[in-house]
């Protein structure tokens, strides 16, 4: 009954390779996020999607790019990785109804840690 | 801009002592504020929040927050603390601007080592 799941749990891979990490929620939440974590344990958002439309683009490298196919699913490809990458990638879910989601709780993923060598 | 600051990165005590775990914000505009908590190898989870309406907030596992707007800080506390409370504390800030594109600005994390 995970709440919101993420898959792969661990990532492992060479500079230069491309990969994908998948987030999926059960809650019926309208809003999902990806959020990157560095080795300072530092949480920075990088992308938000509501009902499949982007609405936070970070200051992130368009080697990033976030694909949502339904509300329920939100996965987030790399291309060409790089050693800075390398960190715990988390996604998050809330209501995100009406206009304003500042007040919503946010649900996160176990996280998946990507380690590029 | 919205900004967050948590002083200490780690905080050791000892089983049943009392804790409190600092955080301040800065923003020019009213905030909404966010306790989060992440245990070893797992994702966050929400303690507590504060929204409006009284300034002491009570949230999961005992834990509660004061919101005091005059010294622009938001500290969680917790009378008595488990080896289980070991984790790392998020404090978050969100809000004021209004629309879609509010995000959660979180501090860089307090470290809770309890100690038997």
């Known amino acids: 009954d995970t709440a919101v799941s993420q898959t792969p749990k661990y990532l492992v891979t060479q500079m230069g390779n491309d990969k994908s990490i998948k987030c999926e929620q059960n809650?019926?939440?309208?809003?999902m996020y990806w959020y990157k974590q560095d080795s300072k344990k530092f949480l920075k958002i990088m992308f938000s999607?509501?009902?499949?439309?982007?609405?936070i683009n970070e200051t992130v490298p368009n080697r990033f790019s976030p694909k949502s196919p339904d509300k329920a699913h939100l996965n987030l490809h790399i291309n060409s990785l790089e050693l800075g990458d390398s960190a715990v990638y988390f996604c998050a879910s809330s209501q995100g109804e009406g206009l304003d989601y500042s007040t919503d709780t946010q649900y996160f993923g176990p996280g998946t840690r990507l380690t590029v060598l | 801009a919205q900004s967050v600051t948590q002083l200490d990165s780690q905080v050791p005590v000892f089983e049943e002592a009392p804790v409190e775990l600092r955080c301040n914000y800065s923003?020019?505009?009213?905030?909404?504020l966010f306790w989060y908590v992440q245990y070893p190898n797992q994702g966050l989870q929400l303690l507590l929040k504060?929204?409006?309406?009284?300034?002491l907030v009570k949230g999961i596992n005992g834990f509660e927050a004061e919101f005091n707007k005059s010294q622009t800080s938001f500290h969680l506390r917790k009378p008595s603390v488990h080896i289980s409370d070991t984790a790392e504390y998020f404090c978050?800030?969100?809000?004021?601007?209004?629309?879609?594109?509010?995000?959660?600005?979180f501090g860089t994390g307090t470290l809770l080592a309890v100690q038997p």
């Open positions: 978050a800030v969100s809000g004021g601007y209004g629309g879609a594109t509010n995000k959660l600005i």
């Open positions: 999607y509501n009902n499949k439309e982007l609405i």
């Open positions: 923003s020019s505009v009213s905030v909404y």
């Open positions: 504060y929204l409006s309406g009284s300034t």
């Open positions: 809650l019926g939440h309208d809003t």
